[in-house]
């Protein structure tokens, strides 16, 4: 089963607005990641917030942590129609190097 | 510098016969990784080496082969391939030298199983 779990599963947007991602997560972990995958392409590390970091910034990303809660969020400012893309989050716990997938949210910006 | 690359980029085949998708990446990384893409289920783990000659299961295992002789390739079997392995498959590799780094990603594979 995911380990993560993403809101929403798609979100459409306007050029120049801000749109944020979900994501929640059932156990412990040593970081977590955001990636992008744009539409038949590999995916590509966007960001990685350590479990004792509540936020972190990277350009017009924004990401936030809450361990409380297991759960962290990806905002992107001002997205441009490149921003189009899926968008995952992706979990790593204990001493092993192995990421565990969220379903992804699907991102349209509208130009 | 090509990175991490994937091969074939698409492949079809039919049921019961044995592919080999093919896996290579040139910084040295020691970790590399298989996973499969569904549509509704994301990415799930295969299988993982943390270095040559040393391979472990990931979340859906079942139904592949994996070997690492070198460290720059790391090679998936499907031995009798099946309908329910139709997906895309990615490989990736990272460098244990940072806590938590992250993965980087080769193009995929797309499998289809007739």
């Known amino acids: ?111 | 510098d090509a990175g991490i690359t994937q091969s074939p980029r698409y492949k079809i085949t039919e049921t019961g016969r044995q592919v080999t998708l093919m896996c290579h990446q040139t910084w040295s990384h020691s970790y590399m990784f298989w996973y499969r893409q569904d549509l509704g289920h994301g990415l799930r783990l295969i299988y993982y080496s943390a270095a040559a000659d040393i391979t472990d299961k990931g979340e859906v295992p079942d139904g592949y082969v994996v070997s690492r002789s070198k460290t720059e390739n790391f090679p998936l079997t499907l031995e009798s391939a099946t309908r329910s392995q139709t997906s895309v498959y990615f490989c990736a590799s990272s460098n244990p030298g940072l806590a938590g780094s992250e993965q980087f990603f080769g193009p995929g594979t797309r499998l289809t199983v007739l």
Not at chain 1, 63 to 90: E, G
Not at chain 1, 91 to 96: D, F, L, N, P, T
């Open chain 1, 1 to 111: 089963s995911q380990q993560g779990e993403e809101d929403p599963q798609a979100l459409s947007i306007q050029e120049g607005e801000n749109a944020t991602m979900n994501c929640s997560y059932k156990t412990s972990i040593n970081n977590l990641q955001w990636y992008r995958q744009n539409s038949g392409r590999g995916l590509v590390h966007l960001i990685l917030i350590r479990s004792n970091e509540r936020e972190k910034h990277s350009g017009r990303l924004r990401v936030t942590l809450d361990t409380s809660k297991k759960s962290s969020s990806l905002l992107i400012t001002a997205s441009r129609a490149a921003d189009t893309a899926s968008y995952f989050c992706a979990s790593m716990r204990g001493s092993a190097r192995q990421l565990t997938f969220g379903s992804g949210t699907q991102l349209t910006v509208l130009p």
